[in-house]
């Protein structure tokens, strides 16, 4: 089975001003750690504890939040 998880900043929750998803702004730091723990939150519930491990790949402006490619 594989599974695909795409996530965007703009549809986390808690997210919810522009500052939020625009780097540099005030509040993208903390909208980092939301979609992290969001994403991470997926995975958990979606993958068997035992197959996860592979990084998650992103290619918002080439891994701007430190996302790792696959």
Do not use: K
């Not at 594989?2 to 900043?9: E, L, R």
């Not at 993208?28 to 790949?57: D, F, K, W």
């Amino acid at each position: 089975m594989q599974v695909y998880i795409s996530v965007d900043m703009e549809g986390i929750a808690g997210i919810a001003i522009m500052d939020q998803v625009v780097r540099g702004g005030h509040g993208y730091p903390r909208a980092q750690q939301l979609m992290t723990a969001e994403t991470n939150a997926a995975i958990s519930g979606t993958v068997p504890p035992r197959r996860c491990g592979r990084p998650v790949p992103c290619d918002r402006w080439r891994f701007p939040s430190g996302c790792t490619s696959p």
